[in-house]
């Protein structure tokens, strides 16, 4: 039987990779750090959970956990794809001289080989390879939706030598809004056709949808309008609206990539070329300057009527 | 005397990729680009090597058509660039990337610290940096969206999911950037003009030493098909402004979409 083992630092997305491990048919078993989330991690069905002894990152065991997979003969590594896990992926396939496979999508066992989908040129392509001996995957929460099963294995306590190359000199939170736009039923888009004082009034009327304010790559990186977390795209966050309504984005591949799976997508932009026409449903051939007032008004008349 | 090293990807631009009907792939008009998030690479190491008094060295492995990435990543800053220019990159993985990658690096004098991207815009499957550290036997510290250069160590701070973790480590080391970790500033004219006169090193595959096994990907390709989007593309083109966003509206309502 194909073995298959798990790792990552949040125990949602580790319990999703093992509900999808699970899916598969093989046998399972998990990484963890402390002995609550190995215990936690038991309910979704691997025979082992092995908690590492330590308090160095995760990212710090690379080597060790390469040397410890192979030698217990795992087939595949999933891992979850934060950037805690993408780092300790990477390098475990370099130290087992292995293949790896990012962002899958989905994974299937085909006569005892493991094939990946995955997508490309931002999302232009997809593709599935199939993985050529011991490999290493990384997905998000989408491969799979965890579900307990209910515990039938054991924890088992494990020494690993971490790397200490790398110090840590301090830790601070990031200071977030809470904004989850992957949850979001409606999202508001600006893009990098709007000027700043734009965000604002593209704020009221994401208020007055119901909506989260989101931005494209361009307005967060490069302008700094609004925080990391609100833009849309391959590198950002990947959304599902039933509504993703856009003002001012051009409508870039990697941008399209982020919001391709709402429901609904309409572009308000003054350039009749720009490719967000070709990805939106609906759409206004318009200077946002002229709409977005519109728009703060009969969204209002809409709430009075209501 | 410590030298930066760049670490940069001529992509294809995926604005010029056609995907048909059938959900085939046109390649035939596809442009080549600097990968996007590379260019923040190029500026990492040059301003780092003016920090260090050392030279900024670029770094690419890609195809027979690799010469225009030379020059561009040239007018970016950087003093000098490495190449190696072989089809066999068209169907590299990561991890045939990482051996080339560092089999080169080995040759590069005083190498203190390797920039990377934390992804390349093709691909994206952000696996380059941690690959290419283990292949150099180095640290790395990923997801970087901040550094400063010292004597003998650089001070990185990583954005992760819901921390800034600031760390510290002695060069050499291979650090993977976002974007807000340096600038990716347009080339000047002069700059153009003078990355002309700047040397460009080709090294051959074969003269790496690196067996055939290194140089076979790991996985295999067994099927591939673009992507499109179904969508309505309704433009509201007629009657006033008003009109229009109203026309929009009930079609929103209509949908569920809006109420």
């Known amino acids: 039987m194909k073995k298959i083992f798990v790792f990552s630092e949040k125990k949602d997305l580790a319990a999703g990779l093992l509900t999808a491990a699970a899916g598969l048919g093989v046998e399972a078993a998990a990484f963890a750090f402390d002995e609550k989330m190995a215990q936690a991690l038991l309910e979704y069905g691997p025979a082992k959970v092995y908690v590492i002894d330590g308090t160095d990152r995760p990212e710090s065991y690379a080597r060790a956990m390469a040397d410890y997979l192979l030698e217990h003969g795992a087939d595949l590594f999933l891992v979850g794809s934060t950037p805690v896990g993408r780092e300790l992926a990477a390098s475990v396939a370099a130290y087992a001289d292995a293949a790896m496979i990012s962002d899958a999508h989905n994974i299937t066992l085909v006569e005892g080989s493991f094939i990946v989908e995955l997508t490309i040129y931002s999302g232009l392509v997809c593709r599935q390879e199939k993985l050529r001996g011991f490999g290493v995957v990384t997905a998000g929460r989408g491969l799979a939706a965890a579900e307990a099963v209910g515990a039938k294995g054991s924890v088992e306590r494990i020494s690993l030598e971490p790397d200490k190359r790398v110090t840590v000199i301090k830790e601070e939170p990031v200071e977030k809004t809470g904004v989850d736009l992957s949850a979001a039923c409606r999202v508001v888009g600006i893009g990098m056709g709007a000027q700043e004082a734009d965000v604002e009034t593209a704020r009221e009327i994401a208020g007055l949808m119901g909506a989260e304010l989101a931005c494209s790559r361009g307005v967060a990186e490069q302008r700094h309008w609004l925080p990391l977390e609100r833009y849309v795209g391959i590198s950002g966050a990947v959304i599902s609206p039933d509504l993703y309504f856009t003002l001012a984005i051009s409508g870039q591949i990697q941008h399209i990539y982020g919001c391709r799976d709402s429901k609904i997508i309409v572009a308000i932009n003054k350039d009749e070329t720009a490719p967000i026409f070709r990805a939106a449903d609906y759409g206004i051939v318009g200077d946002i300057h002229e709409y977005m007032p519109l728009l703060i008004e009969a969204l209002k008349a809409m709430q009075a009527d209501n | ?259």
């Open chain 2, 1 to 259: 005397m410590a030298n930066t090293v760049a670490c940069f990807k001529w992509v294809v631009d995926d604005e010029s990729i056609i995907v048909r009907d059938d959900l085939t792939v046109d390649f035939s008009r596809a442009r080549g680009k600097i990968s996007e998030y590379d260019r923040h690479v190029l500026q990492a190491a040059a301003e780092s090597a003016r920090v260090l008094k050392g030279i900024s060295y670029g770094l690419t492995f890609g195809g027979a058509d690799v010469q225009p990435a030379l020059r561009d990543s040239l007018s970016r800053g950087i003093d000098e660039v490495y190449y190696i220019a072989d089809d066999l990159q068209k169907t590299a993985d990561g991890a045939v990337t990482a051996k080339v990658l560092a089999a080169t690096i080995k040759t590069i004098p005083d190498v203190a610290l390797v920039f990377c991207a934390e992804g390349a815009s093709d691909t994206f499957a952000r696996q380059t940096g941690p690959r290419l550290a283990a292949c150099l036997g180095w640290p790395v510290v990923s997801s970087v969206c901040r550094f400063e250069v010292q004597e003998d160590r650089v001070i990185a701070t990583r954005l992760l999911d819901d921390v800034r973790q600031t760390v510290k480590v002695t060069f050499p080391a291979v650090l993977s950037i976002t974007a807000e970790a340096a600038g990716a500033p347009l080339p000047s004219l002069r700059a153009i003009m003078t990355s002309a006169k700047k040397p460009q090193h080709r090294l051959e595959l074969a003269a790496l030493g690196l067996e055939a096994e290194a140089l076979t990907r790991k996985t295999e390709v067994i099927a591939s098909q673009g992507y499109k989007m179904v969508r309505k593309n309704i433009i509201f083109d007629e009657g006033s402004n008003s009109e229009k966003l109203e026309a929009l509206l009930k079609a929103l309502i209509k949908e569920g979409v809006l109420c």
